[in-house]
């Protein structure tokens, strides 16, 4: 568990929290990551169940509720924070289209974006879900995730392990025509202070102006605005 506040079931519970948010997880899952006794930790997660900050899917695998977002909806999120900021500096540079992904179990969702006021743009509206098969920021988003969910996507996308192995010597991935026809794509990790990849942060836009190597062209850029992304965290 992390910090202490000296009230046993409270950090008992807050670890239990912590731990499904970082992927949902079973009761053997459950008590490895947080090291609670299985009756223990059985307990805290149904009582967080009850209240809703838990909820149990179809798999019997624990995820984070409905009350949690209910009660993040008046907190401010560092990373949303820190996009509005660095995204639209972005989309300047490039004069193309911004977006920022969160993976959301098998799919990827669109938390913030930035679009050029005019000309033709590959437009991806916050709160979009796409999927987790095509494209550089589904690339990017499967090459850190954990191996039970890369076996998952790997079994039904276009690209292969070889290609998220690149991704993850290189840092960055790209795409042609993967997604969406006529639309190339780069995208690069954000991480959090431990180093963690929470979000794929991509530049998109029509093949003609991107190019085929849409990397060679603002791989350098993109990365420099990642690292200022994530030192705004």
């Not at 695998?61 to 909806?73: D, S």
């Not at 996308?157 to 780069?186: C, D, H, I, K, P």
């Not at 990790?189 to 029509?206: F, K």
Request: glycine share 12%.
């Amino acid at each position: 568990m992390g910090q202490h506040s000296g009230i046993g079931v409270l950090d008992k519970a807050v670890a239990v929290l912590q731990a499904v948010a970082g992927e949902p997880c079973g009761l053997t899952e459950l008590c490895g990551r947080t090291g609670l006794p299985r009756a223990t930790a059985h307990r805290l997660a149904v009582g967080l169940e009850v209240h809703r900050l838990l909820r149990r899917g179809s798999d019997g695998r624990w995820r984070p509720g409905a009350a949690l977002a209910e009660l993040a909806g008046g907190a401010v999120d560092p990373l949303l924070e820190a996009a509005s900021t660095v995204l639209p500096k972005l989309r300047d540079i490039t004069g193309e289209s911004v977006q920022l992904y969160r993976r959301d179990g098998m799919q990827r969702l669109c938390i913030a974006s930035a679009e050029p006021p005019s000309g033709l743009r590959d437009t991806v509206p916050v709160g979009s879900t796409l999927p987790m098969v095509a494209g550089s920021g589904a690339k990017v988003l499967a090459a850190w995730a954990d191996p039970a969910t890369q076996r998952a996507v790997l079994a039904e996308a276009v690209f292969g392990e070889r290609t998220l192995l690149e991704v993850r010597r290189r840092g960055w991935a790209q795409s042609v025509a993967e997604r969406e026809s006529g639309v190339a794509s780069v995208s690069a990790p954000v991480r959090d202070s431990q180093g963690g990849v929470v979000a794929a942060i991509s530049v998109s836009g029509p093949i003609d102006r991107m190019g085929r190597r849409p990397g060679a062209r603002w791989a350098a850029d993109l990365l420099a605005a990642t690292e200022g992304l994530q030192n705004r965290l």
